[in-house]
C-alpha cells in the first residue's frame, strides 16, 4: 500500500455500533473521520472518544450529504484518498486493507465491496433487490457491478475531484459509480466478508426507490 487513506464513516443514531467501528478502524492503523449526521444520540461523542475526527451536521442531511461533507475533508487534508464504511458494523475493518491493496494494484478509481461471495448471509430480499439494481447499474456504466449498493469503497482523490456529486441520500452511492463510468474511470468488485446482526436500516423503500428510478431516468436521457 503506497498512498495514505482515510476512512469516511457517515453516521445517522449509530452510538450502539460506532464505537466499536471506529475502534477497528484505528487498530488497523487508519484515520477515520465521522460525519455525524444530525444524530440526536451520543454517536458523536462516542466517536471521538474512540479516537475519529467528528465532523458534525446540525440536522440530517442524507447518507450522501454526510459523504461529500467526507470527501470535501479528505480533498482538503492532502490524502490519496477515501475508504467508505457504514456506521453499523456491518463491514470488516480487517478488510480495508485488502480493498486499497486491490484498487492501487488494479489501477482503479473505484473498489467495491462485494458481499455476494463467500456465501454471504445476506438476507433473501435484500439479495434479490441489490442483485436487480446491481443490473441496472452495470448495464447503464457498462461495467459488472455484481454489488453496486455495497457502501465499502476505495476511492482515490482523484476521481472525487473528477466527479461532482449533486444528490444527498442513497442515490448518492449509485451517482458516484455514474459518474466514474461517464468520465472511464475503472471500477472493480473485491470480495468482502459481511457481518450482519439485528441492525435497522434507515432506507427508506418507496422514497428512496423513487429516487433510484429518477437518477436512472435523468441518466439514460443524458445520454
Same mark, same amino acid.
Not at 18 to 43: C, E, L, P
Not at 100 to 123: D, F, K, Y
Given at each position: 500500500m503506497s498512498g495514505r487513506y482515510c476512512v469516511v464513516i457517515p453516521a445517522y443514531n449509530a452510538e450502539q455500533t460506532? /464505537?466499536? @467501528?471506529?475502534?477497528?478502524?484505528?487498530?488497523? +492503523?487508519?484515520?477515520?473521520?465521522?460525519?455525524?449526521?444530525?444524530? =440526536?444520540? %451520543?454517536?458523536a461523542a462516542i466517536a471521538s472518544a474512540k479516537g475519529a475526527l467528528v465532523i458534525s451536521h446540525l440536522s440530517n442531511q442524507g447518507k450522501g450529504r454526510a459523504l461529500r461533507t467526507g470527501f470535501e475533508y479528505i480533498l482538503r487534508s492532502g490524502y490519496d484518498g477515501a475508504i467508505t464504511m457504514d456506521s453499523d458494523g456491518q463491514?470488516?475493518?480487517?478488510?480495508?486493507?485488502?480493498?486499497?491493496?486491490? /484498487?492501487? @494494484?488494479?489501477?482503479?478509481?473505484?473498489?467495491? +465491496?462485494?458481499?455476494?461471495?463467500?456465501?454471504?448471509?445476506?438476507? =433473501?430480499? %435484500?439479495?434479490?433487490t441489490n442483485r436487480f439494481m446491481s443490473s441496472i447499474v452495470s448495464?447503464?456504466?457498462?461495467?459488472?457491478?455484481p454489488d453496486s449498493q455495497c457502501g465499502f469503497r476505495f476511492i482515490r482523490k482523484e476521481l472525487l475531484r473528477d466527479v461532482p456529486l449533486k444528490t444527498a441520500r442513497y442515490d448518492s452511492e449509485t451517482e458516484i459509480l455514474f459518474g466514474?463510468?461517464?468520465?472511464?474511470?475503472?471500477?472493480?468488485?473485491?470480495?468482502?466478508?459481511?457481518?450482519?446482526?439485528?441492525?435497522?436500516?434507515?432506507?427508506?423503500?418507496?422514497r428512496d426507490g423513487l429516487r433510484f428510478a429518477r437518477l436512472i431516468l435523468r441518466r439514460l436521457a443524458g445520454r
Open positions: 460506532i /464505537g466499536d @467501528v471506529v475502534q477497528g478502524v484505528k487498530h488497523h +492503523g487508519f484515520d477515520a473521520v465521522v460525519i455525524d449526521d444530525g444524530s =440526536r444520540d %451520543r454517536t463491514h470488516d475493518p480487517a478488510d480495508i486493507s485488502h480493498l486499497i491493496h486491490e /484498487g492501487e @494494484v488494479q489501477h482503479a478509481g473505484i473498489a467495491i +465491496g462485494n458481499r455476494l461471495t463467500n456465501g454471504s448471509p445476506m438476507p =433473501r430480499a %435484500r439479495r434479490w448495464a447503464i456504466a457498462r461495467q459488472s457491478i466514474a463510468a461517464a468520465k472511464r474511470w475503472k471500477i472493480i468488485s473485491v470480495p468482502i466478508r459481511t457481518i450482519y446482526r439485528n441492525e435497522r436500516s434507515h432506507i427508506q423503500p418507496v
